[in-house]
């Protein structure tokens, strides 16, 4: 079980119900994990998983969204010092090199709370839904995620077309976008009967990591795939106490 992880200038320590980050030594604040009750299936925080409605679309192929913690859009918090949402916010729209503590981050909760992970077979990135920037942030995590875990980086997925999601998108919305975006682009026998754990930011609808799953599983016979983001967006029909 690893209790803390490096990457860089940056260090991210497990504590309870959290994880600690510090640069160059100085602490920074911490990563709130995600608090009970939360689905176990796709990790939305606020009710059980047999409450939750939101991976009933999800595609059996994708087994489970693992989270660091809930995001809160804007980089905001309920919890003063987590700064889970604020480092999300600023890897995407502002420097690739936060992509480093969130990864260590996830690294964390793959090795210590969900070791499961660590036995994936293959770490994929999520690709952008939209390119606005010159790096890709889940590509970003991905390489650091597989970097500490040991496992092996394939970018195996594409898109059949380009597409821009509205900020505030309704889920109805979000689902038709993803309706058969991503495609297999490496050879089928690198995820043939192969567990697969996918890489992105954030997870809002779930479908872009339901898309995903279902090109690897149909297209590339994948035998599982997962999913592991930094962090779940608030469901604010579930407020949190």
């Given at each position: 079980m690893s209790k803390y992880l490096s990457h860089d200038k940056w260090?991210?320590?497990?504590?309870?119900?959290?994880?600690d980050v510090l640069y160059s030594g100085v602490p920074q604040g911490f990563y709130l994990l995600l608090q009970s009750p939360s689905c176990e299936r796709c990790s939305s925080q606020g009710k059980s998983t047999g409450d939750c409605d939101w991976h009933a679309r999800f595609d059996p192929s994708l087994k489970r969204v693992y989270a660091v913690g809930t995001y809160f859009e804007g980089g905001n918090s309920l919890v003063n010092g987590?700064?889970?949402?604020?480092?999300?916010w600023r890897l995407k729209f502002w420097s690739s090199d936060y992509a480093k503590?969130?990864?260590i981050g996830m690294a964390i909760v793959g090795k210590s709370l969900y070791s499961n992970l660590t036995r994936c077979d293959m770490i994929v990135p999520v690709p952008p839904f939209e390119?606005?920037?010159s790096y890709d942030h889940a590509d970003e995590l991905a390489t650091a995620v597989a970097g500490l875990l040991g496992i092996p980086?394939?970018?195996?997925?594409?898109?059949?077309?380009?597409?821009?999601?509205?900020?505030?998108?309704?889920?109805?919305?979000?689902?038709?976008?993803s309706e058969n975006l991503y495609v297999m682009v490496g050879r089928e026998s690198e995820s043939d009967n192969k567990?697969?754990?996918l890489v992105d930011d954030i997870c809002t609808s779930g479908a872009t990591l339901s898309?995903?799953?279902?090109?690897?599983?149909?297209?590339?016979?994948a035998r599982e795939v997962y999913a592991l983001v930094a962090g779940r967006r608030y469901d604010e029909r579930y407020p949190i106490k």
């Open positions: 260090k991210c320590m497990l504590h309870k119900d959290k994880i987590d700064i889970l949402s604020t480092h999300i503590p969130l990864g390119r606005s920037k980086l394939k970018r195996l997925l594409s898109k059949t077309r380009e597409e821009k999601m509205v900020k505030k998108a309704s889920v109805e919305e979000r689902w038709k976008a567990t697969i754990l898309g995903c799953s279902r090109a690897l599983s149909s297209q590339g016979k």
